[in-house]
């Protein structure tokens, strides 16, 4: 009989290349994965792992059984979740979500709360990660729910053993002093308005610069780049700068700092992704009518109908 463990051991080693990195991932140390996978070895009395400079790569008895492993895995988890479909449905235990930051505090985080009272036996565990390590949590198995976020107006590809449903609709908006001229405008802010102002905005690489680069096209005068968007909203507060920020990365503005919309504002589209075969999990479900119900409330006229993704 093949140990499960030492299993998803070999998959995590294959996907990440080095036995220390798998430990990271699987919360174990390096020498915990090396017996795993030797004592693997010894049950199929075959090599499964060889050197391969400073990592590892599978041979092809190893490969042949990290192909098949989705299967036990996805067999696993329905009998996990027959289960618990016994107890009437209820949602219990752990559940671990895996999301980039924004999403934690615009989302999960306000959802918590109503969450916690209507599933009392339920526990979700929170991990920051950016959209691609959160997809490669879930499909590993280290984590059973991840929100993502579009790059750049692309949704991230998801791998064949992950389903996935629309959640939210994020936009920006320029957030300037409330002594500011165009803050007395009541109309959403068009090109021509945003010319000739200085600004802070995240630093390169980032999607708010991205956003701020077509928003703001040429050769704007970026006086200030800030990861930061607390950090940012101090910048605006101190001068005379304005700043693009998600509505869900958006801390509470405070009575000097006012929001103006934008005539085409950037936006991204943020998605939950589970695997497949824990469709019928009560957990799972649990969360995503919270977040949904959640954002029906916050913008009736914005909410789309879930629906799945892939």
Request: glycine fraction near 8%.
């Amino acid at each position: 009989m093949v140990d499960v463990g030492a299993l998803r051991a070999l998959r995590s080693v294959a996907a990440l290349g080095t036995l220390a990195r798998a430990a990271d991932e699987l919360g174990f140390t390096a020498s915990a994965v090396s017996q795993q996978l030797k004592r693997l070895e010894r049950q199929l009395g075959v090599p499964v792992l060889a050197p391969a400079g400073r990592g590892v790569v599978l041979t092809p008895a190893g490969q042949a059984l990290v192909d098949s492993a989705p299967a036990v895995f996805q067999a696993l988890e329905r009998c996990a979740e027959a289960a618990q479909s016994v107890s009437a449905g209820a949602p219990r235990g752990v559940l671990r979500v895996v999301a980039f930051s924004t999403g934690i505090r615009g989302l999960l985080a306000p959802a918590l709360r109503r969450l916690s009272e209507r599933n009392p036996h339920l526990s979700v565990r929170i991990t920051e990660q950016d959209p691609g390590e959160a997809l490669h949590s879930v499909d590993a198995g280290t984590a059973d729910l991840a929100l993502v976020h579009d790059a750049d107006g692309l949704p991230a590809p998801l791998p064949p053993s992950l389903t996935g449903r629309h959640l939210h609709t994020d936009v920006g908006d320029v957030v300037l002093s409330g002594t500011h001229p165009l803050a007395t405008l009541e109309r959403p802010l068009d090109d021509a308005d945003l010319a000739g102002h200085t600004w802070v905005t995240s630093p390169p690489g980032t999607v708010c610069h991205q956003w701020f680069r077509r928003l703001v096209p040429g050769d704007p005068d970026v006086r200030h780049l800030v990861d930061d968007f607390a950090t940012q909203l101090a910048l605006v507060a101190a001068g005379d700068v304005l700043a693009l920020i998600p509505r869900l990365a958006r801390p509470p503005l405070g009575e000097h700092l006012v929001a103006r919309a934008l005539s085409r504002p950037p936006k991204r589209e943020v998605h939950a992704a589970w695997r497949r075969s824990a469709d019928a999990s009560p957990a799972i479900r649990a969360v995503l009518t919270e977040l949904s119900t959640r954002d029906k409330e916050r913008d009736p006229a914005c909410a789309r109908p879930p629906g799945p993704t892939s």
